[in-house]
Structures are given as C-alpha cells and as structure tokens.
C-alpha cells in the first residue's frame, strides 16, 4: 500500500533501529510481526510529524481512533504496548528523547471475566475432529497446548533439541525470555515422538524446527491458528450456527489450566507450568461452575427460630 510505504521511507531509520531493538530483547517473530504492525499504523496516524515533534496526545488521539473502530480492550493494549516499547527503543539508541507513550493509562480489562475453556470429554471430541495429511503433527501440536498448557508462539518456536525424550522434558521458551521445563505425559510423548518421526526435513541446513509444513519450512503461528480454526469448524459442525461458539488455539491452554486446578494442583506449581511471571495472572482461572456453587451452599446448615418458621 502506497500510505504504508510512504511511512516506512519518513521513519526508515527509527523502524530499522525497532527491530534491531527487538530482535536484540529477545522478542518472538510474532510479537515483532505484530508490534512493527501496530507501529507503522501509528506513524501513519501522525500525518507526517517528527518523532521529536510528537506528544502524549498525538499517543492518546490515536488509541482514542482504535478503540472508536471497536476492537477489544486487549488489542488496544497491545497497540499500546507496541508503540510504547518503540519509544522505549528510540531512547536506548538515541534516537528519541523521550516517551510519549508513558503515561497515557491501558484499558481495563475485565477482570473476573471467565475464560473459555474445554473439559475432558470436550478436548476428547475436539482430537477426534483432527483431520488430513499431517494429523499426526497437528494432534501433538494441539496436545501441547492442552495438555501442557504451551502459547501458541512457543510451540512455533519449539526446536528438536528442546524435547529430551529420555527425560521425557520439553525446555520451552516463553513469555520475557524465560526458559520453563515441563514434564512431558506418556500419551504426549508417543503422539510427539510419532510427529517426529514424520516430520518433513527442512530445506534450510540450519532449520531445527520442531513442526514443519509440508515445504519444509518451520510452521508459522498463522498456519497452526489455521489448523486449529478448521478443527473447531468440525468439532461443532453438529451445532446450529447461533450454538456455535468462537473458539480459538488459545482456549486449549486455558484448558490445561482449568483442569489442574479443579484436580487440586495448587496456583504456585500451574503459575510455573504456564510460564506466569505473576501469580495474580494464574488466578483468573480458579472459576467454578454453577454446580459446584450450588453443591457448596447446599453444605450450610441453616437453622431458623421456631417462631420464625411457623
């Protein structure tokens, strides 16, 4: 688009000095791919200003333009974040001065709002739904995630050598550079063993991805989201369309947390297999279910006056 490559050659040096910055931090290509994203949309918004001419309310103007177009509090965070880390940047190499970006406050997200999430019975359907080709590959790829509770991004980063199959141990690269160690379950294991057996050899010497695609090349976060969306396609092809709800990769992480907790495992040892850096973001998923509520009130034993009964 001609708008976005006029950006690009106004702000060529900040851009190429972001991603030098990022790459340097340790940040996925996905959140690189998304960050530079919501970046060159917000320089497009500055009509030509100079970075050393923009303020907290040019900052502010455009978020104020995101969250007018109706997208979630979550993507206006994420914008926010982007153009913030940017500016973060711009200081460190001494291209900027300062950030405008600091002080302008997130969205409110809401808080005791109940993740999405399957049960057993659920995750048994939706692996039955795993079709095609690579099913092998994608049923252990979606095992990941629900039955260790991996990001969507780290299982795209996975490498050969992070599964040490004798330990039966995956080392996965999460979330602020952080390396996590999960014990691998036995079905997970021979499901994954089985994917590695198949697995495509890549064209690239040096390529040692874990999933590859059937170019051989390491499986992107937007071709797994893919798979995942025809999946759940299928897993709810028996629903009317008004039934079916708007599931996504993500929702199977958030099954592997609800599951621990509702078998007892405590929020410290979920918040390390889920890769927390806080604790306070493991406890959105100790919801409970009406059922449960209902079973825990009907324990009281309410006892009125005799007056009162009568």
């Known amino acids: 688009m001609e708008e976005e490559q006029d950006v690009r050659e106004q702000y060529a040096e900040e851009i190429e000095g972001f991603l030098i910055w990022m790459k340097d931090a340790g ?17 497009n918004a ?19 333009s995101v969250r007018e177009r109706g997208v979630s509090d979550a993507t206006r965070n994420r914008k926010h974040a982007a153009v913030t880390c940017f500016f973060k940047a711009l200081m460190e190499l001494e291209l900027a001065t300062h950030n405008p970006a600091a002080g302008v406050k997130k969205s409110k ?38 039955y260790m509770g991996l990001r969507i991004g780290e299982v795209h980063s996975l490498n050969l050598a992070d599964y040490r199959a004798s330990q039966r141990s995956l080392n996965v690269f999460g979330k602020g550079r952080k390396w996590r160690t999960i014990p ?59 039934r079916r709800i708007a599931y996504s990769s993500h929702k199977l992480r958030h099954s592997f947390a609800t599951m621990l907790l509702r078998k007892g495992a405590d929020l410290r ?30 324990k009281l034993d309410i006892q009125l006056p005799i007056s009162i009964t009568n």
Do not use: W
């Open 184 to 242: 691998v379950p036995e079905t997970v294991a021979m499901m994954l063993e089985g994917a590695l057996k198949d697995r495509i050899e890549p064209r690239r010497i040096k390529e040692d991805a874990m999933f590859t695609s059937q170019k051989g090349r390491r499986l992107s976060v937007r071709c797994i989201q893919q798979i995942a969306a025809e999946t759940f396609d299928r897993f709810q092809h028996h629903l009317p369309a008004e």
């Open 46 to 64: 500055l009509n030509g200003k100079q970075i050393h001419q923009v303020k907290k309310i040019h900052v502010m103007s455009y978020l104020s």
């Open 269 to 298: 040892t979920v918040q390390e297999l889920l890769g927390h850096s806080s604790i306070q973001t493991t406890t959105v998923y100790t919801h409970v279910t009406d059922k449960e509520k209902a079973a825990a009130v009907d």
């Open 27 to 43: 940040y996925t290509s996905y959140t690189i791919r998304s960050y530079i994203s919501d970046l060159l949309e917000f320089l």
């Open 109 to 146: 997200t809401e808080k005791n709002k109940t993740p999405m999430y399957l049960d057993e019975q659920e995750l048994s359907r939706f692996f039955a739904s795993v079709q095609g080709k690579y099913r092998t590959r994608n049923i252990a790829i979606f095992l990941l995630m629900a």
